[in-house]
């Protein structure tokens, strides 16, 4: 018996499916970052990119769209903006992960991890992420709070303390 079973019990609901999803932290972070422009912009900035007219270049983005998911990048905290200045120009925002920003490079990578495993280039991947210090491939894997490895299929989901059944009628 599982988890959402047992509370079931107690309420007559089917737990897994009557529950309010309005405050789903995936849907939310979708909302943030669950756009293709932002997803690639976030690989740019890890791959080293910091000025607009990089971006552009590189992810042939429209104009209107890169200074908009930039712009809410930065107002969402996970960018920030520095200035910098090329001699005989006039100062311009360069733009740098914060903190924030680099807890979200995990996700990014589990998707390059997924993408290299079922959707590369027939020759391979394009880009291989190493460990700097000692070379090693570099992949994206759930652990639980212990430290244990854990598969997919062993991860459960339970109630959180935000858990809201759908109102009735």
């Known amino acids: 018996m599982t988890a959402w079973?047992?509370?079931?019990?107690?309420?007559?609901?089917?737990?897994?499916?009557?529950?309010?999803?309005?405050?789903?932290?995936?849907a939310r972070t979708l909302e943030i970052v669950g756009e293709k422009w932002t997803i690639l912009i976030l690989r740019e900035v890890w791959y080293g990119s910091s000025r607009f007219g990089d971006f552009e270049r590189v992810l042939g983005c429209p104009r209107n769209l890169l200074a908009a998911r930039l712009r809410m990048l930065v107002a969402e905290g996970i960018l920030a903006t520095e200035s910098y200045q090329e001699p005989g120009s006039r100062s311009r925002p360069k733009y740098v992960i914060t903190p924030?920003?680099?807890?979200?490079?995990?996700?990014?990578?589990?998707?390059?991890?997924?993408?290299?495993?079922?959707?590369?280039?027939?020759?391979?991947?394009?880009?291989?992420?190493?460990?700097?210090?000692?070379?090693?491939?570099?992949?994206?894997?759930?652990?639980?709070?212990?430290?244990?490895?854990?598969?997919?299929?062993?991860?459960?989901?339970?109630?959180?303390?935000?858990f809201r059944l759908k109102p009735v009628g």
């Open 100 to 162: 924030k920003g680099m807890d979200l490079v995990p996700a990014v990578m589990g998707l390059l991890q997924w993408g290299d495993r079922h959707a590369a280039d027939p020759e391979g991947p394009a880009v291989l992420t190493r460990h700097r210090e000692c070379g090693a491939p570099v992949g994206v894997q759930i652990r639980c709070g212990e430290g244990h490895a854990v598969q997919a299929e062993d991860v459960e989901s339970l109630p959180g303390p935000a």
């Open 5 to 26: 079973t047992e509370l079931a019990k107690d309420t007559g609901a089917d737990l897994r499916l009557d529950r309010d999803t309005s405050n789903c932290s995936i």
